[in-house]
Every structure is written in C-alpha cells, then in structure tokens.
Nanobody, 127 residues
Framework: QVQLGESGGGLVQAGGSLRLSCAAS????????MGWFRQAPGKEREFVAA????????AYADSVKGRCTISRDNAKNMVYLQMNSLKPEDTGVYYC????????????????????WGQGTQVTVSS
C-alpha cells in the first residue's frame, strides 16, 4: 500500500523559512515523478513544484520560483520542499504527490497526472 506522509509545516512569520518533508512507503520512489501542491482556504489545489525521477529536472510555479527548492533522496524514500522568504499568500495545506513515470526527466504540473497523494501539512505565514 502506497503511503505519502508530509511533515514540517507550521506557523511562521513573513520572510521566514520552512522545510517540508514527504516520507514515501510502499513504492519504489525512483519510479515516480514527485510533486508538491498546495490548497488555500476557498481555493483550488495548485501546483507548487515537481521533480523528475532522479532529480535531473525540476519545475516550479511562477509564484514560488526563486524562493523554493524541491529535492529528493530516493535511497531514503524522501522528498523535500525548502521554502524561503515566505509570504502570507503561501499559506495553505501542502500536499506531496507521486506520479508513476517511465521517462527519466519528466515533471508534471497537472494534478490529474498524480496517482498518489498524502494527507497534507498546514503552512501558515503571518504578516
């Protein structure tokens, strides 16, 4: 059974940093493109960042580009999202997601491409 578990969220002041972690189990992580999405209250879930199977390719939403870094450690079955210079508009529940891919350098910004999702971790940025 595939499970994704996010951690590292919390309350932080604007300008601060957080590092989100996603622990994966029940799958071979290197077979999956991994993504981070977020959902603010009253809004649709949106793409934040994605990383290809071995980390050779990454993609970021324009809203976080330059402030966030996605990384992965396949040996540890972990995916990370380092977020710096946080803004109140970054507030939301952050979800980790897995997309099975044969292509090594593929990243997806599309929710529907991802088969597995975690339960999410809350990030709140105060002004």
């Amino acid at each position: 059974q595939v499970q994704l578990g996010e951690s590292g969220g919390g309350l932080v002041q604007a300008g601060g940093s957080l590092r989100l972690s996603c622990a994966a189990s029940g799958l071979t992580l290197s077979s999956y493109t991994m993504g981070w999405f977020r959902q603010a209250p009253g809004k649709e879930r949106e793409f934040v960042a994605a990383i290809s199977r071995f980390g050779g390719s990454t993609a970021y939403a324009d809203s976080v580009k330059g402030r966030c870094t996605i990384s992965r450690d396949n040996a540890k079955n972990m995916v990370y999202l380092q977020m710096n210079s946080l803004k109140p508009e970054d507030t939301g529940v952050y979800y980790c997601a897995a997309d099975y891919r044969l292509t090594y350098h593929y990243t997806s910004r599309t929710l529907g491409d991802y088969e597995y999702w975690g339960q999410g971790t809350q990030v709140t940025v105060s002004s």
